[in-house]
C-alpha cells in the first residue's frame, strides 16, 4: 500500500494543513511540534517519519517543550528506565496543558503496544490527546485531526498491520547517515524479549522499493546508510520469490 492511496490520511492532512495555514495567516507564526524518542533506531527513524508527516502539514520542529503546540512521545518497553522516564515526562505537562489548553499531547510506539497500557495511560493522564502504537503510524494525521475536534482522548491500537505502507514523508536528520527500514517484526519469540508482541511477525519490504529509496537518499549526498528491521538476517523469507538478506545487501552496493 502506498502513503498516497491512503485516502482518508490524505484527507485528514489537507485539514491540519489548512488549520496550519489559517493560525499562521493570525499570527505570522507556524505551529511548532516536539517530538521525544526512546529505545532504538527503528524508534528513531518511526519519529523521522512522524517529523516528515507534520513538516508536510506545515509545522515546524522545536526543542523547546515551552513553545511547542504539539508534543509527542515515542515510547519503548525493552527497558523499565525508559518507561519510568516517560510517566514522568508526561506527568510533568499537566500543568503545561492547564496554561495552554490547546495544547496537544500524543504518546505512541512500543510501550503502548502492551496489552492494557494504553487504557493504563489514558486513566492515569487524561489530559493526553491521543494514543497510538507501532502498527498505524502511517495514520497518524487522522489520529491528529481526531484529536484537533474532540475532547477526549483518541486511542487507536491495532494488533498487526499485515500491509507495508510505502512512501510515508520522512525528514531525515542533516549529515552523512541515513536509516532505511527493510523489515518489521520478529518471528523468533525469545523467552526474554517482547519484541514479536509489540512490533508483530515479520514483514519485508519489497527490494525494489528498498532499493528505491536508497538510491533517493544517495542523490540527496547521504554517504552511509544503515539498514534496519527486528531481525535483518530473516529479511526475505516472506517474500513470493526467493531474495534474501545477503541478495539485498549486494544490490544496495551498485548503488553509488
Not at 36 to 59: F, I, P, R, W
Not at 103 to 117: A, Y
Request: aromatic content about 8%; charged content about 25%; overall charge negative.
Amino acid at each position: 500500500m502506498r502513503f498516497k492511496d491512503d485516502e482518508l490520511t490524505i484527507e485528514a492532512m489537507k485539514y491540519i494543513t489548512e488549520q496550519n495555514q489559517t493560525f499562521y495567516d493570525k499570527t505570522g507564526k507556524k505551529k511548532l511540534a516536539m517530538i521525544v524518542t526512546y529505545g532504538c533506531q527503528m524508534n528513531v527513524h518511526d519519529s523521522e517519519k512522524l517529523e516528515g508527516m507534520l513538516a508536510s502539514m506545515g509545522y515546524d520542529s522545536t526543542d523547546n517543550r515551552e513553545a511547542a503546540d504539539l508534543i509527542i512521545y515515542n515510547t519503548c518497553c525493552i527497558r523499565e528506565n525508559a518507561e519510568n522516564r516517560v510517566y514522568g515526562n508526561v506527568g510533568a505537562l499537566h500543568s503545561s496543558k492547564q496554561d495552554n489548553p490547546d495544547l496537544l499531547i500524543g504518546i505512541c510506539g512500543c510501550m503502548m503496544q502492551q496489552e492494557g497500557m494504553a487504557e493504563h495511560i489514558a486513566k492515569r493522564f487524561p489530559f493526553v490527546d491521543m494514543i497510538f502504537g507501532t502498527h498505524n503510524l502511517h495514520q497518524f494525521p487522522r489520529l491528529l485531526s481526531k484529536a484537533m475536534q474532540s475532547n477526549i482522548t483518541i486511542i487507536d491500537i491495532l494488533d498487526d498491520n499485515n500491509d507495508i505502507v510505502e512512501d510515508i514523508p520522512v525528514k531525515r536528520a542533516e549529515g552523512v547517515s541515513a536509516w532505511v527500514t527493510i523489515m518489521h517484526g520478529c518471528n523468533n519469540f525469545c523467552s526474554y524479549c517482547i519484541v514479536p508482541y509489540v512490533r508483530g511477525r515479520e514483514k519485508s519490504r519489497k527490494p525494489v522499493d528498498i532499493l528505491n529509496e536508497v538510491e533517493s537518499i544517495a542523490q540527496k549526498g547521504y554517504k552511509e546508510i544503515t539498514l534496519l528491521g527486528q531481525n535483518v538476517n530473516s529479511y526475505g523469507k516472506d517474500l513470493s520469490e526467493r531474495y534474501l538478506f545477503s541478495d539485498l545487501l549486494r544490490d544496495v552496493n551498485t548503488i553509488e
